[in-house]
């Protein structure tokens, strides 16, 4: 049984370039939710995606947006990286949308310089 | 005013130890709690969810107290293996989830 994945595990960009970073979920699950971790701070929620829609969303500039497919599949996209973008990034996969509980993938670690 | 708040700690305790943490919530519409437990570098890991009857796993007790908006976290006879971090995190309405900052655990021998 497949857990979360996430790809890349770890990414360097540049001040102004944009990212996509990948999630699949766990087997069976079809809802799939973002977060930033800052070094020393809980995840903060960033939006969840359910049937290919945004259904939530934290408070995250439009610069962070994202896409879920029809195989659940995630992607989430940061352009004009600014140096405070510099997070680990989580995806977690639920079912449904009624709040269930999440399973974590290993994250992305962005380093922007 | 955060949404969930939670001691950074750390609370360095030894072996076999009883060890209590406690979180609040600003939302008294919250829909579920749960905690997670996070190693250094490693994803969340979820520990269990609370129910407002309370509920135990093994040496882990997990209390939820609506009135007040606390959650309770109660480990007995600690192990060198439970030092983490705990994560807090409340649901507002079932599709937002909202962690606490966490909470440093050290388990000394």
């Known amino acids: 049984d497949a857990g979360v994945t996430q790809s890349p595990t770890h990414l360097i960009k540049t001040r102004g370039q944009q990212v996509t970073l990948r999630c699949s979920p766990k087997?069976?699950?079809?809802?799939v939710s973002w977060y930033q971790q800052a070094l020393g701070q809980g995840p903060q929620f960033i939006f969840q995606y359910y049937e290919e829609e945004e259904r939530q969303r934290g408070n995250f500039p439009d610069r962070f947006s994202g896409h879920q497919f029809p195989n659940y599949s995630s992607e989430l996209n940061v352009n004009a990286l600014l140096l405070g973008d510099s997070a680990l990034y989580l995806c977690a996969s639920s079912l449904g949308d009624s709040g269930e509980t999440q399973y974590f993938g290993p994250g992305t670690r962005l380093l922007v310089l | 005013r955060k949404e969930v708040e939670q001691d950074p700690g750390p609370f360095n305790v030894p072996e076999g130890a009883t060890v209590a943490f406690n979180c609040t919530y600003s939302n008294s519409a919250s829909q579920s709690f749960f905690w997670y437990r996070q190693d250094c570098r490693k994803e969340p890991k979820l520990l269990m969810s609370v129910y407002s009857s309370g509920n135990e796993d093994g040496r882990f007790t997990a209390q939820l107290n609506r009135a007040s908006q606390y959650i309770s976290l109660l480990i007995r006879d600690s192990k060198l293996s439970d030092s983490a971090t705990y994560l807090c995190?409340?649901?507002?309405?079932?599709?937002?989830?909202?962690f606490g900052s966490g909470t440093k655990l050290n388990v000394k021998p």
């Open positions: 995190v409340v649901n507002e309405n079932f599709n937002k989830f909202y």
């Open positions: 087997s069976g699950h079809d809802t």
